[in-house]
Structures are given as C-alpha cells and as structure tokens.
C-alpha cells in the first residue's frame, strides 16, 4: 500500500466521518473541551472502528481517554524534564541580574554585544537551555518511534502495559518496515507542521486574532484527528499483514 493511498483513505475517513453529520461534529467540538471524551474516541479509531465510530457510551470514553493520556504522559516525561531544566536555570538567570525587562530590539549591534559581555550569567544558562532543548528535540523523535506504535497497542489491548511493551513494538515496526515506519512518521510529522502553522497564521489577525484562531481550531480539529488518527492505524495494520491476529498479551 502507497503512502498516497494511505493518505487518501485517511482523507475520506475523516469527510465521511464528519461531512453532513453535524450532530457528531458538533459532539466532537464539545469533546475537545471536556478533552479526555476526545482522547477516549482516538481510542476507538485506533482500536479500528469503520467507519468513524458513534459518540456514546460516555463514561467509558472517558475513562479510555484518561487512560490513553496517562500512557501519553508517560513516553513525555523526559522531554519534559529536560524542558523544564532547560529553562529554569535561564529564567532565573535573567530574573537574578534584572534583564528580564531588557528591549534587545532596540539595541545595535556594538550595544548587543557589550550587553552579552556583561551578563555571563546568562549567556552561559542561554547556551545550557540551547543544548538542552536540541537533546529533547531527539529524544522526542526517539520516543515518537515507540509511541506511534504503543498507543495503538494499548487501545487495542486495553492494557495500559501493553503501550510499554517495548520489544512487541520493536518486534511490531520490524514488521512494518523500519524505512516505511520512519518515512509514515516523518510524513505526518510535516503535515502537522504543515497544519499547526496554517492556524497559527490565524493569530496575526488584528483585534479577533486570538478569538478566530481558538475559534477555527476547534472546527477544524475534530477533522483533522480523524485523519491522523486513521493514519496511525493504517500504518500500524501494516504490520499485521503476516500477523493477523491481534496480539492481547
């Protein structure tokens, strides 16, 4: 299967699964803002329900939904420590000699630059914060490499452990292809870019930027999460072609 292909079929999930159905659409608007309802529905797309499944049986969507952020949490952890150790050490560097008020716009260059001499402090906190986030940012891409595939393993299990079961998954990718695994990645890794930065551009807006942004984002969102989440079972289903019997254990 090619990744337009792949792509495609994602596409048509998704209009089919809101298109005409307002009600549902409306639903999943709703579910964005009471957020574990919609974690608790990517389950269910993960789990393979097609076409997109009904918005019912409330409760249990949202005990999956916390469940399904919970294994999400955890693959984040230490990106987010790192994050936090990144800047903690420049905030209070910059908060401790008084610059935090500094307008380096205004600055020339000579004027920067003696600035920069005079402040080591946080100069030094700046370069740790730089080396720290480019270190998070790969850890990040590693994690993403397990979670693609953990997520959907624990929707399908139901087993919160199963998300962590790190040589099913590795087992699970080799199946799949590492060059077409990695490739899926990257390619849906670009169209979220792609997509957060079309919202973004929203923001620019004068007066109603912020309003028609968190506006538009909570229309397009439910869409969108279809697609992805359609994506990630597509290329997860590729690793089933010679095991099709959904591993439970």
């Given at each position: 299967m090619?990744?337009?292909?792949i792509?495609d079929?994602?596409?048509?999930?998704?209009k089919?699964?809101?298109?005409?159905?307002?009600?549902r659409?409306?639903?999943?608007?709703?579910?964005?803002?009471i957020f574990?309802?919609?974690?608790?529905?990517?389950?269910?797309?993960y789990r393979?329900?097609n076409?997109a499944?009904?918005?019912?049986?409330w409760?249990?969507m949202f005990?999956?939904?916390?469940k399904?952020i919970a294994?999400?949490?955890?693959?984040?952890?230490p990106?987010?420590?790192?994050?936090?150790?990144?800047?903690?050490p420049?905030?209070?560097?910059?908060m401790?000699?008084?610059?935090?008020s500094?307008?380096?716009?205004?600055m020339?260059?000579?004027q920067?630059?003696?600035?920069?001499t005079?402040?080591?402090?946080?100069?030094?906190?700046?370069?740790?914060?730089?080396?720290?986030?480019?270190i998070?940012?790969?850890?990040?891409?590693?994690?993403?490499?397990?979670?693609?595939t953990?997520?959907?393993?624990?929707a399908?299990?139901?087993?919160?452990?199963?998300?962590?079961?790190f040589?099913a998954i590795?087992?699970?990718?080799g199946?799949?292809g590492?060059?077409t695994?990695?490739?899926?990645?990257i390619?849906?890794?670009?169209i979220g870019?792609?997509?957060?930065?079309l919202l973004?551009?929203?923001?620019y807006?004068?007066?109603?930027?912020?309003a028609l942004?968190?506006?538009?984002m909570l229309?397009?969102?439910?869409p969108?999460?279809?697609?992805?989440?359609?994506?990630?079972?597509?290329?997860?289903?590729l690793g089933?072609v010679n095991?099709?019997t959904e591993?439970?254990?």
């Open positions: 090619s990744f337009g292909t792509l079929e994602s596409f048509t999930y998704a089919n699964g809101i298109w005409g159905k307002w009600e659409w409306a639903l999943l608007i709703i579910s964005l803002v574990p309802l919609i974690f608790g529905y990517i389950v269910r797309i393979g329900e076409p499944p009904e918005l019912n049986e409760t249990t005990i999956d939904g916390l399904l294994v999400a949490l955890v693959y984040a952890i990106v987010i420590i790192l994050v936090i150790v990144a800047f903690v420049f905030i209070s560097a910059i401790s000699t008084g610059t935090a500094t307008d380096f716009a205004s020339s260059s000579t920067l630059e003696q600035w920069m005079s402040n080591p402090q946080v100069m030094a906190a700046a370069g740790q914060m730089v080396i720290l986030l480019v998070a940012a790969i850890i990040a891409v590693i994690i993403s490499i397990f979670s693609f953990g997520l959907v393993r624990f399908r299990t139901q087993k919160m452990g199963e998300g962590f079961n040589s590795l087992s699970h990718v199946k799949i590492w060059f695994y990695i490739a899926a990645l390619i849906i890794g670009i870019l792609i997509f957060g930065m973004n551009t929203l923001t807006v004068p007066v109603i930027g912020q942004f968190f506006a538009v229309v397009v969102y439910p969108y999460l279809l697609f992805v989440g359609r994506y990630t079972v597509q290329i997860y289903e089933l095991s099709p591993i439970t254990q």
